[in-house]
């Protein structure tokens, strides 16, 4: 779950894909290890059983997801790339530890008991139905929801930080030793030709990339928090 918060993080956080190369390789080795401990307490008391096979299908099928991911992201954006893998990652280990590994568990435990192999997965089979199928998919469907909003909230965090960021360096461009050294500050000088002619720059910066501050510059982030600030600045004079 750490690497997976990581990737998260890299997500709001515009990382470089290097970056992002590095913890999938971390990713990619965690995974190798927890699926080789895992298969072997399988094998110990599934051993030449279909489920068993699934299983370890399905843990192939893990890696060459997230190779695909990898390799596909060559025209497409990175942000987009690292949220479509961090949504995979969270759903796919959610599913695969609640249901997969869960069901594989039950039969181990009913083997243990002295149940024979048949017995112990219709029994698994039963354990995982009815209530705890619900259970399990609606807590499937709230983890989907989850995570989603935890992205987008990481990355207004990240943006909304870039544009006070912007806003202050772009005061230091046009009011140079004088500006203000806070949003606050920024607000209350604003007047309503200043605000338009702000906006203007914003617009020409996020096309063209000249200004000294356009490199923090999350455009649309940036403007709203701007019209924010000048509201406040208009409420506190009126």
């Not at 219709?122 to 209530?131: Q, V, Y």
């Amino acid at each position: 779950m750490d690497i997976l918060n990581r990737l998260a993080a890299h997500l709001a956080g515009c990382s470089r894909p290097a970056t992002l190369e590095t913890v999938l390789d971390e990713l990619a080795d965690y995974a190798v290890l927890h699926f080789e401990t895992e298969e072997r307490v399988w094998r110990e008391w599934l051993s030449g059983d279909g489920w068993l096979e699934e299983h370890e299908q399905t843990h192939r099928g893990f890696f060459e997801r997230v190779d695909s991911l990898r390799n596909g992201s060559d025209d497409r954006p990175h942000n987009e790339v690292i949220q479509e893998i961090v949504l995979f990652l969270s759903q796919w280990l959610a599913y695969h530890i609640l249901e997969s590994d869960k069901r594989m568990a039950f039969v181990v435990d009913f083997v243990r008991s002295g149940d024979p192999l048949p017995e112990a997965k219709h029994k698994a089979n039963e354990r995982m139905s009815g209530s705890m199928r619900l259970l399990i998919e609606t807590v499937l469907t709230m983890y989907d929801s989850l995570s989603s909003r935890t992205l987008d909230l990481m990355r207004e965090k990240v943006l909304r930080k870039r544009a006070e960021q912007a806003l202050l360096l772009w005061a230091r461009t046009v009011w140079g030793d004088a500006a203000p050294s806070s949003l606050l500050e920024i607000a209350a000088r604003l007047e309503r030709e200043e605000m338009a002619q702000l906006l203007l720059q914003l617009r020409e910066a996020a096309r063209d990339g000249t200004a000294q501050w356009s490199g923090y510059l999350c455009r649309e982030v940036l403007i709203g928090h701007l019209r924010e600030l000048s509201a406040e600045g208009a409420r506190r004079d009126g």
